[in-house]
């Protein structure tokens, strides 16, 4: 049976429903009068258009996905949409390559935040707002929306759902019907981000720069529209501000829906990987300060150490990639605490990106387990989570993706050492890169970006990113010999 019909039948529909996404910053440009709508509205055409005539060169090949098929229509979906949404970048701004604009649209939608573009604050607002907008479609997923549109064309969305939702932990619904969770999520989303714009415009930012950031907060995302991100702005107001907002952001959002249905905190409380994030990024937070204090006086005061410390924590923690402060002048221990921060802590089901929360407990719990059968060989103690024991599959399927991951990280620091980048930035731009944080260390830090790296550089970060979205495994099947078996 030939798959690809089908799967192209549904990936039409994705390229039709991505048309949609370019009416905000259309909308943008022509009430703004930037005069670049015009690149807004080719991309649509060539979105809706293609989308269709591929629609109905496959239209007698619609039927319901097989699972492995779900997966080659994400990686499809997500490397074709990325292409799509480049293209604004390739009009607007001439001077742009290809692999420049292929790399900004994959950092958007992959919710990372590198970026390639120097002079933001230069930038047409209409641009900027697509930068950010491509982060808040990206946010929870550009897939799971579609479960909640592409049922109207007929097309079935659990696959896709399985394939996208973050985390290791998948089987569950929050409520009966795929595309009505889908539905649920997005309404907490938006609603979120509306009252993020409010608050950021409450504290100082003016109308375009609140909605800008948000998208990319609420995405965890780490777009700016300003080269030296929130230290620009030098306001606690906005710092405290986007800091609730993106620990709001890094808790499982089915634990968002499920204190909102039963209009109470305890789901909150009974969240152990929501507590374990939170913990962690906070008391970071704290011990930074003192570091940072106590390592001769970097900041004339604890609570300025304090207000740096705890932002950046939290926003490379969270993976956003946020910078109240050019932490590469802090000593590399807080440098390299707070990357590895944004590996762990965010929560599955979550915006943010890294390995989650709820793996890195699964794996310490399975290694204390071990520890206590090598002490008590005939002891038979389950494994659980917030009191929900872990089924062996899901025990090994966190051990099989950890060590894909250890592998990714490394096989991609030789590649960029093999290129000529330095040590630091090779090894701390592949973590940041394949975690979705962003900005990293040495020549890649807060401070700097991505644009001087080469074109071969460029490719290998950015297939990186897309591949550290859909978590690796999604994306490393397809190029197995059992994928492509009968």
């Given at each position: 049976m030939n798959r690809f019909p089908a799967i192209a039948h549904d990936l039409a529909g994705l390229w039709m429903m991505f048309a949609g996404t370019f009416a905000l910053p259309l909308a943008w440009s022509l009430a703004v009068?930037?005069?670049?709508?015009?690149?807004?509205?080719?991309a649509a055409a060539g979105s809706l258009v293609g989308g269709l005539a591929l629609r109905l060169l496959t239209r007698g090949s619609k039927r319901e996905l097989h699972p492995r098929e779900g997966s080659l229509l994400v990686v499809l979906g997500w490397f074709s949409m990325t292409a799509l949404a480049a293209i604004p970048f390739l009009i607007a701004l001439p001077a742009m390559s290809f692999t420049d604009a292929f790399f900004e649209a994959s950092s958007g939608l992959t919710t990372t935040g590198a970026t390639v573009i120097t002079g933001l604050e230069y930038l047409p607002q209409s641009l900027n707002i697509w930068r950010h907008a491509l982060q808040w479609f990206g946010g929870m997923g550009i897939i799971v929306l579609a479960v909640a549109i592409l049922p109207l064309l007929g097309v079935g969305g659990m696959q896709l759902f399985k394939a996208e939702t973050p985390g290791p932990m998948k089987e569950g619904k929050l409520t009966?019907?795929?595309?009505?969770?889908?539905?649920?999520?997005?309404?907490?989303?938006?609603?979120l981000t509306a009252a993020c714009i409010i608050a950021l415009h409450l504290v100082g930012m003016n109308w375009f720069e609140s909605v800008a950031h948000a998208f990319s907060a609420l995405a965890l995302g780490g777009f700016s529209t300003r080269d030296a991100s929130i230290e620009s702005f030098n306001s606690?107001?906005?710092?405290?501000?986007?800091?609730?907002?993106?620990?709001?952001?890094?808790?499982?959002?089915?634990?968002?829906?499920?204190?909102?249905?039963?209009?109470?905190?305890?789901?909150?409380?009974?969240?152990?990987?929501?507590?374990?994030?939170?913990?962690?990024i906070i008391a970071s937070?704290?011990?930074?300060?003192?570091?940072?204090?106590?390592?001769?006086?970097?900041?004339?005061?604890?609570?300025l150490a304090l207000r740096h410390a705890l932002f950046n924590a939290v926003?490379?923690?969270?993976?956003?990639?946020?910078?109240?402060?050019?932490?590469?002048?802090?000593?590399?221990?807080?440098?390299?605490?707070?990357?590895?921060?944004?590996?762990?802590?965010?929560?599955?089901?979550?915006?943010?990106?890294?390995?989650?929360?709820?793996?890195?407990?699964?794996?310490?719990?399975?290694?204390?387990?071990?520890?206590?059968?090598?002490?008590?060989?005939?002891?038979?103690?389950?494994?659980?989570?917030?009191?929900?024991?872990?089924?062996?599959?899901?025990?090994?399927?966190?051990?099989?993706?950890?060590?894909?991951?250890?592998?990714?990280?490394?096989?991609?620091?030789?590649?960029?050492?093999?290129?000529?980048?330095?040590?630091?930035?090779?090894?701390?731009?592949?973590?940041?890169?394949?975690?979705?944080?962003?900005?990293?260390?040495?020549?890649?830090?807060?401070?700097?970006?991505?644009?001087?790296?080469?074109?071969?550089?460029?490719?290998?970060?950015?297939?990186?990113?897309?591949?550290?979205?859909l978590e690796l495994l999604t994306f490393a099947v397809i190029f197995t010999a059992a994928f492509w078996r009968r």
């Open positions: 009068e930037d005069g670049i709508h015009m690149s807004f509205i080719l009966p019907r795929v595309a009505q969770t889908a539905r649920y999520l997005w309404l907490i989303y938006a609603a606690v107001g906005v710092e405290v501000v986007l800091g609730i907002f993106m620990m709001i952001a890094v808790t499982n959002f089915a634990t968002h829906f499920s204190a909102l249905r039963q209009r109470s905190l305890k789901p909150y409380f009974d969240d152990n990987e929501a507590y374990a994030s939170w913990s962690l937070g704290l011990i930074l300060a003192f570091y940072l204090y106590s390592h001769e006086h970097l900041y004339p005061d604890f609570w926003a490379l923690g969270t993976s956003t990639g946020y910078a109240s402060t050019d932490y590469a002048i802090w000593p590399i221990f807080g440098g390299m605490w707070i990357l590895l921060l944004g590996c762990v802590a965010s929560s599955a089901g979550s915006t943010g990106g890294g390995i989650k929360m709820i793996r890195a407990l699964i794996l310490l719990k399975q290694t204390r387990r071990e520890l206590a059968r090598i002490v008590h060989p005939k002891q038979v103690k389950p494994l659980a989570i917030s009191g929900q024991p872990i089924p062996t599959k899901v025990i090994m399927a966190v051990l099989g993706f950890m060590l894909l991951y250890g592998v990714t990280i490394t096989v991609l620091t030789f590649v960029m050492l093999a290129t000529g980048l330095d040590f630091t930035s090779a090894l701390t731009g592949v973590v940041s890169i394949v975690n979705n944080i962003g900005p990293a260390l040495g020549m890649l830090g807060p401070s700097g970006n991505y644009a001087h790296l080469s074109d071969f550089q460029t490719w290998v970060l950015a297939i990186a990113m897309i591949a550290g979205r």
